[in-house]
Nanobody, 123 residues
């Protein structure tokens, strides 16, 4: 069905930027929503950002508002997460996810997941 592949993680210093990519393949509907979650060691997986594929409407967790931007390129069938002003607290494995339906901040509402990419921010 739908396959998601992430890339773009790495090691940066506080204040630096990274851009994550998530390439999607397979069938999606007009109501398909894609999002980003992250999970740090010993922590629960938490919502970061989401985008409605057809219209581009975006939603962000309070912890990343003003710093992260979620976008998509329809021609490339790819979602991006531009992360600016990174903080050590942003260190986590970042996952892209997709679901048929509206935006959700709850991980178990999503049907498709990438394998994750590590983001490490040093102080």
């Amino acid at each position: 069905q739908v396959q998601l592949v992430e890339s773009g993680g790495g090691l940066v210093q506080a204040g630096d930027s990274l851009r994550l990519s998530c390439a999607a393949s397979g069938r999606t509907s007009s109501s398909y929503t894609m999002g980003w979650f992250r999970q740090a060691p010993g922590k629960e997986r938490e919502f970061v950002a989401a985008i409605v594929w057809s219209g581009g409407w975006t939603y962000y967790a309070d912890s990343v508002k003003g710093r992260f931007t979620c976008s998509r390129d329809n021609a490339k069938n790819t979602m991006y997460l531009q992360m600016n002003s990174l903080k050590p607290e942003d260190t986590a494995v970042y996952y892209c996810a997709g679901r048929i339906g509206g935006t959700s901040t709850t991980a178990y509402h999503y049907d498709h997941w990438g394998q994750g990419t590590q983001v490490t921010v040093s102080s």
